[in-house]
């Protein structure tokens, strides 16, 4: 995608250089470092091509290169043209690489897909500072280039279109609804190079497309950390999918996507903590770590009982990925009584989704083409409550056996993330859960968790 981004006014335009040659990535830091920074962006494929436009001696205020591009040392040739013809242009450099980098760059992330560090290094070397951007005059209707309208079936906001002649804004589509894609195909044709939405969704928008870029990133071409960043945001996208579109092929797909990530995670780190480093690092949210750690957690009890199969093996993840799916922040997923739900401070509205998440998580599954069976119920009743809604500390006596792995492990959970980062003290753990769980099937399920190593 070639889109060169200037909307936040004359007074931004600071020219940044963005050589990558992935185009989900590079179109997913146009949008964040355009929306976020206000930055016009100019992007380029190779290092080769970077150079040859510093060479016509047009203006880069800043460079953001990939480290190595196929065979190509990208990052360090951009420094030694620099230095050679005393450009003082500030090198972020991001990915990982099979060689030294140069001394001379600005700074490097080796995880190309956290945002949020990559928006902070790229202010702090442009100097723009909190007060810069909180004095930018934002427009009512922020503009979007169009192209991105071909990379997403529809907006999590409404989106509008300007009329050449009159300049009004004309609402093209509602939040929510499928994009007819003929009709933005037929605007592009006649010169519409932007889409407009309101101010105050931009930022919803923002992320939302960053989600969906992210997701459609080919395995391949990202390493482990990376992997990770896009699998964060597609649990998180999932959720929102499946409480506004609800149960469609689409979302059936991402599922699926989702329950390979968590699983193949699993899988491929054998020590707990590493994984848990590795997520700290990362900065997931405790969403996402809560489902994958859980995921981690249930897999290895169902590997370790004697009734465990491929199936139950199934059934557990998918509990995993879908017991807290319509739950929206972090803050919700760590609510686990009735006493937190009272002193935490949201809003009547957030409240009432805490209050009712298993029941409507339930509902969602039970729509579920060949979801496991009984994965609804063992879900509406995981915080205790036979109809899903509420916290209960007492599990019923008649609760089955994949249940009261999915209650201790998600115990466990809860327990490890509160000392995330160690010493874990495995004894300690389990004793901890041994008082939370006294009565013998549940102790023996607990048994099993003495051969996780951390
Ligand atoms: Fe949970
Ligand atoms: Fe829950």
């Not at 427009?139 to 009329?163: A, G, H, M, T, W």
């Not at 466990?412 to 006294?438: C, H, S």
Request: hydrophobic share 40%; with cysteine.
């Amino acid at each position: 995608m070639k889109i060169t981004h200037s909307f936040l006014g004359e007074n931004s335009l600071s020219i940044t250089l963005l050589v990558e040659p992935n185009p989900q990535i590079e179109s997913l830091f146009m949008l964040n470092l355009s929306t976020w920074l206000g930055l016009e962006i100019i992007g380029k494929k190779r290092a080769e091509f970077a150079i040859n436009y510093l060479m016509e001696g047009k203006k880069a205020d800043l460079i953001i290169v990939r480290n190595t591009i196929g065979k190509e040392a990208s990052a360090n040739s951009l420094i030694d043209y620099l230095q050679q013809n005393n450009l003082e242009i500030p090198v972020i450099v991001i990915g990982q690489s099979g060689h030294p980098l140069k001394n001379g760059h600005f700074a490097h992330l080796p995880n190309s897909l956290e945002l949020k560090p990559l928006i902070q290094t790229a202010a702090h070397a442009l100097k723009i500072t909190a007060q810069d951007m909180a004095r930018k005059i934002v427009p009512e209707f922020f503009p979007i280039p169009i192209l991105y309208f071909k990379e997403i079936k529809r907006s999590v906001c409404p989106v509008y279109s300007q009329d050449f002649e009159t300049e009004e804004y004309i609402k093209r589509s509602e939040a929510n609804v499928d994009f007819d894609s003929a009709l933005i195909n037929t605007m592009i044709e006649e010169g519409v190079s932007h889409l407009f939405v309101k101010k105050l969704d931009r930022l919803q928008f923002v992320t939302n497309v960053t989600a969906e870029l992210m997701n459609v990133i080919p395995e391949e071409e990202v390493n482990s950390e990376e992997s990770l960043s896009i699998a964060s945001k597609a649990v998180q996208l999932l959720g929102t999918k499946l409480t506004t579109i609800g149960v469609t092929e689409e979302t059936i797909e991402l599922a699926n996507k989702n329950l390979a990530r968590l699983k193949k995670t699993s899988s491929s780190h054998p020590k707990l903590a590493s994984l848990l480093e590795k997520m700290i690092k990362n900065k997931s949210g405790y969403l996402f770590k809560h489902t994958q750690i859980l995921t981690y957690v249930c897999l290895h009890i169902i590997k370790n009982i004697d009734w465990g199969s491929p199936e139950q093996e199934e059934k557990v993840c998918f509990i995993s990925l879908f017991h807290d799916i319509v739950l929206e922040t972090d803050e919700m997923a760590v609510i686990h009584s009735t006493k937190e739900l009272r002193s935490a401070k949201f809003t009547s509205q957030q409240r009432m989704l805490v209050e009712r998440h298993a029941q409507m998580s339930a509902e969602i599954v039970a729509r579920f083409p060949h979801s496991p069976m009984g994965a609804d119920q063992i879900i509406r009743q995981h915080h205790g409550m036979l109809n899903g809604i509420g916290f209960s500390e007492h599990y019923g006596a008649n609760v089955s056996p994949v249940a009261i792995v999915f209650i201790v492990s998600e115990e466990f959970t809860r327990i490890v993330l509160a000392r995330e980062t160690g010493p874990f003290n495995i004894q300690e753990m389990i004793g901890e859960l041994k008082q939370v769980f006294p009565t013998s099937r549940f102790q023996k399920v607990i048994a099993l968790l003495e051969s996780i190593t951390f």
